[in-house]
Structure formats: structure tokens, C-alpha cells
């Protein structure tokens, strides 16, 4: 039912940064990033729950900042330092019930995925 769209990917060399971008059709109570690389499991990269709480993969803890915008039913993703490492399709997920799980099964609305690529 909710409708999520990411944008803001994009093809950057190691050491770069991105910034990636979710809208909502309507307000959620948690949202988060996901990922999926080629012949891999999608993962959780992070989350972030309606009051401001968050949590992150240890994989980019430190590199990558999810926030929100409420009043835009908006979720962000900036990525710094990136490695080749990071290279996969990222999607935004959300959910109704408050949360900050980074497990792909409790979300129940997702949005198409937006491509990062990290080159070196």
C-alpha cells in the first residue's frame, strides 16, 4: 500500500560520497536502507525509527548517515568513504510498526531499488 521512491544513485570512484533519497506516499513509523549485491542476500544497512533512533550495519557504521524528514515522508543516506565493496542496489524499505530491525522480512513496503556503483 505505501509507496516508496529512491533516487540519488549513481557511479562514483573509492573514497567518494553519495547521498540517496526515499519518499513515501504516506507517513511510516520506522524506515530503513537496504542492499543487494549480484548473487547475494539482500542485507540491512540501516534504519531509522520515527523518533530519531538509528542503527547500523557494522559494515558502514561510521561512513554512511540515515536521516528523515518528516514532513516530506523523506528518508536520506549519505555515504562517504565509499568502497568498491558497497557496489549493489540499494533499496528503501518501511514499516508501520516501530522497529529498527535490519532484517529484509519485517518490512513490508519497499520501494524499485536505485543502483550505487563504487569503482577503484
Known amino acids: 500500500q505505501v509507496q516508496l521512491v529512491e533516487s540519488g544513485g549513481g557511479s562514483v570512484q573509492a573514497g567518494g560520497s553519495l547521498r540517496l533519497s526515499c519518499v513515501a506516499s504516506?507517513?511510516?513509523?520506522?524506515m530503513g536502507w537496504f542492499r543487494q549485491a549480484p548473487g547475494k542476500e539482500r542485507e540491512g544497512v540501516a534504519a531509522?525509527?520515527?523518533?530519531?533512533?538509528?542503527t547500523y550495519a557494522d559494515s558502514v557504521k561510521g561512513r554512511f548517515t540515515i536521516s528523515k524528514d518528516s514532513a516530506k515522508n523523506a528518508l536520506y543516506l549519505r555515504m562517504n568513504s565509499l568502497k568498491p565493496e558497497d557496489t549493489a542496489v540499494y533499496y528503501c524499505?518501511?514499516?508501520?510498526?516501530?522497529?529498527?530491525?535490519?532484517?529484509?522480512?519485517?518490512?513490508?513496503?519497499w520501494g524499485q531499488g536505485t543502483q550505487v556503483t563504487v569503482s577503484s
Open positions: 524499505a518501511a514499516d508501520r510498526i516501530y522497529r529498527l530491525a535490519l532484517t529484509p522480512s519485517q518490512y513490508a513496503y
Open positions: 531509522i525509527a520515527f523518533d530519531g533512533t538509528t
Open positions: 504516506e507517513y511510516t513509523t520506522s
